[in-house]
Every structure is written in C-alpha cells, then in structure tokens.
C-alpha cells in the first residue's frame, strides 16, 4: 500500500528554521515528482515547492523563493524541506505529494497521486 509520512513539524519563533521530511513506502519513489503543498485555516491547499523524480532543476512559489530548499534522496525514499527565516504567515498544515513522473513537473494539487497526512507548522511573531 502507497504511503507518505511526514515528520518535522513543530511550533518556532518568527525567523527559525525547521526541516520538513516526508518517507515514501509502497511506491516506486525514483518514478515520481515530488511536492509540498500547505494549507492554513480557512484557506485552499497552496503550492509550496516541488521537485522532479531526477532531482534536478526545483519549482518554488513566490512566498518561499530563498527561504524554502526541497531536496530529495532516491536511495533513503525521502524527499525534504528545509525552510529558513521562517515567518507567521508560514504557519500551515503542510503535506508531501508524489506525482507521476510520465508528466511534467506541476504545481497543481490535482495532478498529484499520493498524499501524506500532514504536518503541522506554526510560526510565532
């Protein structure tokens, strides 16, 4: 059975850092682009970042660019985030998502495959 379990969240002070991580199990893990999307309360799940199966060239969005760092290790099945001068308004539930490899790399939720469960993130000012 596909899964995806994250783990790294917590609660930190405007301005840390924290590292995200998400473990892939029952899937192909080098056959699949891999992604982090947040959401926050009362709000639509958002793209954060995502990177192709072969680790290449990354995609980030606006609000993360020279914060955020994705990365992944095909070999452990475990794709990261590092996020850095972390800020309130980063605080989210955030998800790891795999999508097929046979596609271009996407920012859309909806061309996403697996999901994890979440992990919470909550930035204090």
């Known amino acids: 059975q596909e899964q995806l379990v994250e783990s790294g969240g917590g609660l930190v002070q405007a301005g840390g850092s924290l590292r995200l991580s998400c473990t892939a199990s029952?899937?192909?893990?080098?056959?699949?682009?891999m992604g982090w999307f947040r959401q926050a309360p009362g709000k639509e799940r958002e793209f954060v970042a995502a990177?192709?199966?072969?680790?290449?060239?990354?995609d980030y969005a606006d609000s993360v660019k020279g914060r955020f760092t994705i990365s992944r290790d095909n070999a452990k099945n475990t794709v990261y985030l590092q996020m850095n001068s972390l800020k309130p308004e980063d605080t989210a539930v955030y998800y790891c998502?795999?999508?097929?490899?046979?596609?271009?790399?996407?920012?859309?939720?909806?061309?996403?495959?697996?999901w994890g469960q979440g992990t919470q993130v909550t930035v204090s000012s």
């Open positions: 029952g899937l192909s893990f080098s056959f699949f682009h």
């Open positions: 998502a795999a999508a097929a490899r046979a596609f271009p790399l996407t920012t859309r939720p909806k061309n996403y495959n697996y």
């Open positions: 990177i192709p199966w072969s680790g290449g060239s990354a």
